[in-house]
């Protein structure tokens, strides 16, 4: 993938996607919550607006992601003829065929009138128009943006779920304002969510103290399996088939696991590897990688570029082909080379 450009100001892109007559917003395949706060936050403003706008996701969608209020207002993507002929394909969280392979068949005939909005810095949908920061924290920061450019005519944020989503995608995407991508803008828009009558305590326990006990099981499942690398500066941990099989967790159920490791003071860089049987039958390999802020950081972006992903450089993914012990050597291979690197 090559480094992924605005060629719209945000001005610009709030009149188009205000403008269009018929939008479909959507995102990357199992989304996370920065991509369903975007869409719901973004669905929602168009609607308050009195604009036609029509959500898609596509599968496994988390349940606690799915239980947002106002989640219900997109449908699940279950195969091609579903979008119809909108007048706008506005794209979130995301420039990467490789995420929207589901869709990928109804959505390149729609290229010359789709939007990307994204904060990742690479990308390969050739999207008419692209707002891209990759300073922003969340992709949800860009969405209020646009809602801010639309000015005095509609008040987006007076619908609860609107200013919900958009503090769920700040959250999501920032480990609850932890990670090194929080930046003042990103405790601004919080601060005014939170001003607006957000309930941070009550969304943190509905995020992250719901899951269930399959889930712990699973990531039980993937610490015994942890391997570590270069003298415990990086670490590996593989989930199979059979770990979802026996544990009957979900593949969306690996969110944050990779976080883990990271507790750990020497390690830098954790991957986790994933291959579950889906319901479509993908049997894809899939890849989490995440590293720590600081002096000698490792770019991960650059790491899942070996397998056609991309991210950022704390946080990115990708998802590959083969066999899981071919792909488990091979990050063996580039983790080893990009410590010794950042050790120079």
């Known amino acids: 993938m090559s480094e992924y450009r605005s060629n719209i100001t945000v001005q610009d892109a709030a009149h188009r996607v205000g403008a269009a007559s018929h939008v479909v917003v ?73 995420q929207l392979e589901p869709m990928r068949s109804e959505l390149e005939p729609l290229m010359a009138r789709t939007m990307v909005v994204d904060h990742h810095l690479s990308g390969d949908v050739p999207a008419a128009w692209r707002l891209v920061d990759g300073t922003a924290a969340a992709c949800c920061e860009l969405v209020a943006q646009l809602l801010d450019a639309w000015g005095d005519q509609v008040d987006a944020y007076g619908d609860a779920a609107v200013a919900e989503a958009l503090f769920v995608g700040l959250a999501g995407d920032t480990g609850w304002f932890r990670f090194s991508n929080t930046r003042p803008q990103t405790h601004g828009l919080a601060a005014r969510l939170l001003r607006l009558g ?57 969110e944050n696991i990779v976080d883990v490791p990271q507790m750990v003071s020497t390690v830098q860089v954790v991957v986790l590897i994933t291959q579950a049987d889906t319901s479509n039958g993908d049997r894809s390999i899939r890849m989490s990688f995440r590293s720590k802020p600081g002096p000698g950081a490792i770019d991960v972006a650059r790491l899942a570029q070996d397998f056609g992903g991309g991210g950022h450089a704390r946080a990115a993914g990708a998802k590959t082909g083969g066999s899981i012990e071919d792909v488990v050597e091979k990050v063996k291979t580039l983790l080893s080379d990009a410590m010794t690197e950042s050790a120079q």
């Open 198 to 254: 957000v309930d941070h305590s009550a969304l943190f326990h509905q995020m992250q103290q719901l899951e269930r006990p399959q889930k712990l099981a699973l990531l039980t499942r993937a610490l015994a399996c942890l391997e570590w690398v270069d003298d415990h500066r990086g670490a590996i941990m593989v989930l199979r088939s059979s770990d979802f099989d026996q544990t009957g967790a979900k593949l969306e159920e690996t």
């Open 26 to 98: 959507t995102t990357h395949a199992k989304p996370d919550a920065d991509a369903i706060g975007s869409v719901i936050a973004l669905t929602r403003a168009l609607r308050v607006r009195g604009s036609r706008a029509d959500a898609w996701l596509m599968p496994p969608v988390p349940a606690h992601l799915a239980a947002l209020r106002g989640a219900d207002i997109a449908r699940i993507y279950e195969g091609p003829a579903s979008l119809g002929s909108p007048e706008l394909v506005v794209v979130l969280d995301t420039g990467a065929w490789s």
